[in-house]
């Protein structure tokens, strides 16, 4: 299982945490400030693994993002690192050639996005497509409801001329 | 609009606020415009405006991010979950699962929404619902919403399908009770075709599997062969775009159901059996370079290692990891060795055949393989390959980094002691280990090598001029100082005459002057701690006696420390000075060599059962002869050997030190072996404090003796008035309750003859005998004289007399005096006491007062023998001598 997943720039800001178990926010700062540390002093050669309080944290570096999964002992090492690569590319996918400011002004859009990805600190979806067909799905539905706001506050504002 | 120039209003744009809080150049700028943006987000939210609770939302969270405190926007999640439309449910979902964890009691209040959206028409709602409960749900919530998990496990939408059963999983997680509930409706969703839903069936069942026992039987039992044909069917299936990944087709679902069968497999021949061709299957066919391809491969040499035997499919997976290992990815060869490790304990001797490869792992650049490498050697080594893996080992402590070489000393020092052939080499190896890592060696290692020199007794030549010969070139480490310092002391004069040389030896030639030498060195380097300097001392005092010739300048040595600021140091200095000056009777006596240190005591002492302190003081102090007291426990104190719970070095030392200075001034102030160190300094206080005569005696290691010696003391007074009567009245003192009742009448009777004050009798010529010990088996009487002309020193004669019907063997008496009394003991007439009183050994010693006429002598005393060769010992403390003593 997955206890958390954190997107960590070069210079150590955070640009994304998911937990997926309970960790309280003091537990959580320490964590970003331990594993940051940890991660970001290793050699770009060195292998994407780092044992870490009993836990196994692999990350990738993409561009000036490191990704990083942390997650029980016994799971699969290489799979971990598929499922950064996997998320990596449904992002690439949907911000077309994904780039570190996409995700900072986006934020939100790449927690949406994880969420179609992992649940409960599992695998939910394999497929690119049908992930990125649930999140314009529910764009679709955000289009919606903001013309529906926008419709309503024009009646409003003719109403009252 | 400026947020700056106007902080009561909400009007800035998510995206005006990230680029204002980027543009900050400094941390301060950065905190005071989150500070402001956090005021205005505030108004906003006691203002209770609708329309921004979702921009509020978003922008909190991106502080939240930066590390800033949110807590005040925990209600506005719950709020924007509370309203109906989608975008604000959106936000506030994704808000609730940033910013509070499940141990918030807000959370509880969000239960009741979310079973609405559970049951909501739309079925987004009903994703965001089931993606915030798996995410953070807590054991109440399970309880609650577990049914509506269940329901929706058969949704007609397969997106929401999939959700459910990741969910369920966690459900479970909390409450296992639950399983039961979930194994039907997973084990049905086994049999859908799309991907999302059958991989998250296959991890909702895998789970089942572990937390019930009950549920991996029925899984087993029904599913095992569906699943077989999943995987085959998967393996087989042809190219499709959407789910692969390098050329495989959606290696996740490989994996996961790789996994599920092994849970299946395990314990089980028959599931084993019917996964066997598949496994082979994908263990030959899949062949890539790619990441996907080895995470499945890795996940298949698991599950092949895992399920019951097939030695053809165990022979495959050992050479998949055989080319994991060799291969040039740094991530391949991890796992190659992660998965070793679990493969030893089935075959150890096919993952010997890599151990060469093992071997080039250790010294590899990566800190993470090295770990996992040496961890794995670790494991691998027995008595038949110890010898070529630690040489390795050792050769690699020379080059590797700092950072590693704590890890990989510990793991050397714990295959040695663990696996060595013979003493020679254990003592070979932890030289090498001490000159290239003893910093990073732990303080049991070096002590328990020392222990393993003494015991040793045909090695004392080779591993004294073994560290001499090292100790030559190198002196930087401190725990390598340590033992060499201390064989130096112990074992200088095999060191000189080349005793026990073994043929692999070369001859070296020492003069005493070198050793002499090469301590002064190392005592005079600032580098060294104190403890370090304090065993030296303690070494230079051994060769003072070891080495008369040198005596004098090692006096010199020592002296130097006589003025060091450290007062341990101080000590030590003034005292062994005293030794070599001015009691060069019993120096050699003092230093002789150490008896062996118990070897198993010691061991046990590590593993941390303290065993009973009667076996130490049997091991050091049997065979002292009588009146000589070996400061045997005090140095095994001093090197803390068997105190590793008890105090640090230096106050150990300390205790030692005290200790022998009763051995400097009276010999025999073994106050009690049995007594810790610390109890032992109480001793000598309280000997010290006891000097004015009377007043309650308190020694812990004499409780069955004080009540005695108090009803002496207590009536020590009317005693030295009637002390010509002493003699007879002791007599009658055989019997405690009946001694003063019995004597009381007599000294009635006799107050009209010794009115005055014995002192004026006979000017201290002659003085009563008293009874100075008395216990139901045994009785000490003694005798006092004065020397002509010197009113210090009063000769003494103790008489000792077996009450018991056993004869004594193995009789010794020592004796103890506190600083301002000095004490020589004679030897004793014998050392056999017949039973019954028929015949009694005397033994005479004299002890000088320099406080005479201030204060009254005091003597602590301690008496072993032997019943039938069983060990008895008595102790007792003195205090009712004749005064003017």
């Known amino acids: 299982m997955i206890h958390f997943v954190l997107l960590i720039s070069r210079q150590g800001k955070v640009r994304l945490t998911k937990w997926y178990s309970p960790?309280?926010?003091?537990?959580?700062?320490?964590?970003?400030?331990?594993?940051?540390?940890?991660?970001?002093?290793?050699?770009?050669?060195?292998?994407?693994?780092?044992?870490?309080?009993?836990?196994k944290v692999v990350y990738k570096r993409y561009a000036s993002l490191y990704f990083c999964i942390c997650s029980d002992q016994d799971d699969n090492e290489l799979e971990t690192l598929s499922i950064i690569h996997h998320y990596v590319e449904t992002l690439d996918r949907y911000f077309g050639s994904v780039c570190e400011l996409d995700l900072i002004f986006n934020f939100h859009k790449a927690y949406f996005i994880l969420d179609e990805i992992l649940l409960a600190g599992e695998m939910q979806e394999t497929s690119k497509r049908t992930t990125l067909r649930l999140i314009a799905a529910q764009e679709e539905l955000l289009e919606a409801a903001k013309e529906e706001a926008s419709s309503l506050s024009s009646i409003i504002a003719q109403a009252t001329k | 609009m400026d947020p700056i120039l106007n902080p009561f209003s909400s009007g800035t744009r998510l995206r005006d606020m990230i680029r204002a809080i980027r543009a900050c150049k400094t941390a301060a700028e950065e905190r005071a415009a989150i500070r402001k943006e956090c005021a205005a987000i505030r108004t906003s939210i006691n203002e209770n405006d609708p329309d921004y609770r979702h921009r509020n939302l978003a922008k909190l969270m991106f502080i939240h991010m930066l590390g800033y405190p949110t807590h005040f926007g925990q209600m506005e999640c719950l709020k924007c979950i509370a309203s109906p439309g989608f975008p604000e449910k959106r936000i506030g979902y994704l808000g609730l699962m940033l910013l509070l964890d499940e141990r918030q009691e807000v959370l509880m209040l969000v239960t009741n929404s979310l079973k609405q959206d559970l049951n909501h028409m739309n079925q987004y709602i009903v994703g965001l619902a089931l993606c915030a409960l798996g995410n953070i749900c807590s054991a109440e919530m399970a309880r609650d919403l577990a049914p509506e998990v269940e329901r929706l496990l058969q949704f007609r939408d397969p997106n929401i399908r999939k959700k459910a059963a990741l969910c369920s999983i966690r459900i479970i997680k909390k409450v296992p009770d639950l399983a039961e509930n979930f194994v039907k409706p997973a084990t049905a969703l086994l049999k859908e075709k799309h991907h999302g839903v059958l991989i998250t069936a296959v991890q909702l069942c895998a789970d089942l599997c572990k937390v019930s026992r009950e549920a991996l039987e029925h899984i087993r039992k029904k599913c095992t062969e569906g699943l077989v044909r999943t995987l085959k069917d998967l393996a087989n299936s042809s190219y499709s775009p959407e789910y692969d990944v390098s050329g495989i087709t959606d290696p996740f679902l490989h994996i996961r159901l790789l996994k599920l069968l092994r849970l299946l497999g395990e314990g089980d021949a028959d599931a084993s059996d019917s996964m066997n061709d598949i496994l082979a299957q994908v263990g030959t066919k899949t062949e890539s370079n790619k990441v996907a391809a080895n995470a499945i491969l890795y996940e298949c040499v698991q599950t092949i290692m895992s399920i019951e035997g097939n030695g053809g499919l165990r022979v495959l997976a050992i050479g998949i990891l055989g080319k994991f290992l060799s291969n040039r990815d740094n991530n391949i060869r991890y796992v190659a060795l992660n998965m070793l490790m679990k493969a030893v304990t089935a075959d150890p001797q096919a993952v010997l055949r890599y151990r060469a490869t093992i071997l080039e792992c250790v010294k590899d650049a990566d800190a993470s393989i090295r770990k996992r490498a040496l961890e794995l050697v670790y494991v691998l080594v027995n008595e038949s390959n110890v010898k070529p893996l630690t040489t390795e080992l050792v050769s690699y402590l020379e080059t590797c980094d700092q950072d590693f070489k704590g890890d990989l000393t510990a793991k050397i020092c714990s295959i040695v002691s663990k696996f060595s052939?013979?003493?020679?080499?254990?003592?070979?190896?932890?030289?090498?280990?001490?000159?290239?890592?003893?910093?990073?060696?732990?303080?049991?290692?070096?002590?328990?090598?020392?222990?393993?020199?003494?015991?040793?007794?045909?090695?004392?030549?080779?591993?004294?001029?073994?560290?001499?010969?090292?100790?030559?070139?190198?002196?930087?480490?401190?725990?390598?100082?340590?033992v060499a310092i201390w064989c130096i002391g112990e074992y200088g004069d095999l060191l000189i005459n080349n005793v026990g040389m073994l043929d692999l030896e070369d001859r070296i030639t020492v003069t005493e002057s070198d050793a002499v030498d090469l301590i002064e060195i190392t005592i005079q380097c600032h580098a060294l701690d104190f403890t370090t300097k304090a065993m030296a001392l303690v070494a230079l005092l051994k060769l003072s006696s070891r080495f008369p010739s040198c005596s004098e300048r090692i006096r010199e040595i020592i002296v130097k420390y006589?003025?060091?600021?450290?007062?341990?140091?101080?000590?030590?200095?003034?005292?062994?000075?005293?030794?070599?000056?001015?009691?060069?009777?019993?120096?050699?006596?003092?230093?002789?060599?150490?008896?062996?240190?118990?070897?198993?005591?010691?061991?046990?002492?590590?593993?941390?059962?303290?065993?009973?302190?009667?076996?130490?003081?049997a091991g050091s102090s049997v065979s002292l002869p009588n009146g000589v007291a070996k400061p045997a426990d005090s140095l095994v104190d001093l090197l803390d050997l068997n105190s590793n719970d008890a105090p640090a070095p230096s106050s150990s030392g300390g205790d030692f030190l005290q200790d022998l200075l009763g051995v400097d001034l009276s010999p025999a102030a073994q106050s009690g072996a049995n007594q810790t160190s610390k109890s032992g300094t109480d001793a000598l206080l309280d000997l010290l404090s006891v000097g004015s005569v009377s007043g309650p005696v308190e020694s812990p290691s004499a409780q069955s003796n004080s009540s005695a010696i108090d009803i002496l003391s207590a009536s020590k007074s009317e005693k030295a008035s009637v002390s010509p009567l002493d003699d007879l009245s002791s007599l009658s003192l055989s019997s405690r309750t009946t001694s003063i009742t019995g004597a009381a009448p007599m000294m009635d009777l006799l107050d009209g003859f010794a009115s005055t004050p014995p002192k004026s009798e006979n000017n201290g010529t002659v003085y009563p005998s008293i009874t100075a010990f008395e216990s139901s088996s045994l009785q000490l009487t003694f005798n006092f004289s004065k020397q002509p002309g010197n009113s210090q020193t009063t000769n003494i004669q103790a008489t000792f007399i077996n009450l018991s019907s056993d004869e004594y063997t193995d009789f010794i008496f020592q004796a103890a005096v506190p600083k301002f009394l000095q004490l020589q003991l004679d030897p004793a007439s014998g050392s056999t006491l017949p039973a019954n009183g028929n015949g009694s050994i005397t033994q005479n010693f004299r002890v000088t007062n320099s406080q005479n006429g201030k204060k009254s002598l005091v003597m602590r005393i301690r008496i072993t023998y032997k019943i039938n060769g069983k060990e008895k010992l008595e102790e007792g403390q003195i205090s009712n001598f004749p005064r003017d003593l």
């Open chain 1, 23 to 55: 960790y309280s926010q003091k537990e959580r700062s320490k964590v970003i400030r331990e594993l940051s540390s940890e991660i970001l002093s290793r050699g770009p050669k060195l292998c994407n693994f780092v044992e870490w309080r009993g836990f």
């Open chain 2, 562 to 617: 006589k003025g060091n600021f450290v007062l341990e140091l101080q000590q030590r200095s003034i005292e062994f000075n005293s030794i070599i000056a001015r009691h060069q009777n019993i120096r050699s006596m003092l230093v002789e060599r150490m008896p062996v240190l118990d070897e198993a005591t010691f061991i046990g002492r590590q593993a941390g059962s303290l065993p009973d302190a009667g076996s130490i003081s």
């Open chain 2, 421 to 482: 052939p013979e003493k020679i080499w254990y003592i070979d190896q932890m030289i090498k280990v001490l000159l290239e890592a003893g910093s990073f060696v732990k303080d049991e290692v070096w002590r328990a090598l020392i222990v393993v020199i003494s015991n040793a007794s045909e090695l004392h030549g080779y591993a004294v001029r073994a560290l001499y010969k090292a100790f030559q070139k190198s002196n930087e480490q401190e725990a390598f100082t340590r």
